[in-house]
């Protein structure tokens, strides 16, 4: 069974640029995470999708992050324009339920700003 | 707001030795507790969980960890650590809010191992 799958695996763009990161969840997790990690900082949450549904976004920093899951398949995490502090590893999760019984991570993208 | 303390930044322990990372959280009702480790090129996996119960859990690869609610602590420990287990570590608290749910994560700690 394929696991949580992301890419690219590395994305270099300067500052201004757009950049699309995907997610495909493992097959029939409703549930779907994104999470980045920041330079030396800890892992912290974006935002939580249930199928299509966005159940909890508290996370996203700014407005120029825009996350998308049409079908409630596959996610897309769109940084426009994207500014040096966006650098960093952005991981996906998916999971069957929302109780943390089995959360699977991809091995994430990573994003580099200049 | 919850938040949880990896006080170790770096830890370097000779192969076959024991292994203890430190974890402290703060939550104010019972925490859903995990840690999960980072390999090199590799995602998150899960070593162990606590939710309920028993206070000493077992995970993969030979880990463990106990919780105790009068520290606030969730420590990871392994008797005899192998090289393989040079990666980072993170511990987590579990948010469910009954719609939604998140974790938050330590800073993690990374794992050197000598031969």
């Known amino acids: 069974e394929a696991g949580v799958t992301q890419f690219p695996s590395h994305s270099v763009i300067e500052k201004g640029q757009t950049v699309t990161l995907r997610c495909d969840p493992i097959s029939g997790h409703d549930n779907l995470y994104w999470y980045r990690r920041v330079m030396g900082k800890e892992i912290k949450f974006l935002l939580h999708?249930?199928?299509?549904?966005?159940?909890?976004e508290s996370g996203m920093p700014n407005n120029r992050f825009l996350a998308e899951r049409t079908g409630g398949t596959y996610s897309t995490l769109k940084v426009q324009p994207a500014e040096l502090e966006d650098s960093g590893v952005y991981f996906c999760?998916?999971?069957?339920?929302?109780?943390?019984?089995?959360?699977?991570f991809g091995e994430g993208s990573r994003l580099t700003v200049l | 707001a919850q938040s949880v303390t990896q006080p170790d930044i770096h830890i370097t322990v000779s192969e076959g030795a024991s292994l203890e990372l430190r974890c402290n959280y703060s939550?104010?009702?019972?925490?859903?507790l995990f840690w999960y480790v980072q390999s090199p090129g590799q995602g998150l996996q899960l070593l162990l969980k606590y939710f309920s119960g028993d206070t000493l859990v077992q995970g993969i690869k030979g880990f463990e960890a106990e919780f105790k609610r009068s520290q606030s602590s969730f420590n990871l420990r392994k008797p005899s650590v192998h090289w393989s287990d040079a990666a980072e570590y993170f511990c987590?608290?579990?948010?469910?809010?009954?719609?939604?749910?998140?974790?938050?994560f330590g800073t993690g700690t990374r794992l050197q191992v000598t031969l």
């Open positions: 939550y104010g009702a019972t925490p859903y």
């Open positions: 987590a608290v579990g948010i469910y809010t009954g719609t939604a749910s998140k974790l938050t």
């Open positions: 999760a998916s999971s069957q339920d929302r109780v943390f019984r089995e959360l699977f």
């Open positions: 999708f249930v199928k299509e549904s966005k159940q909890d």
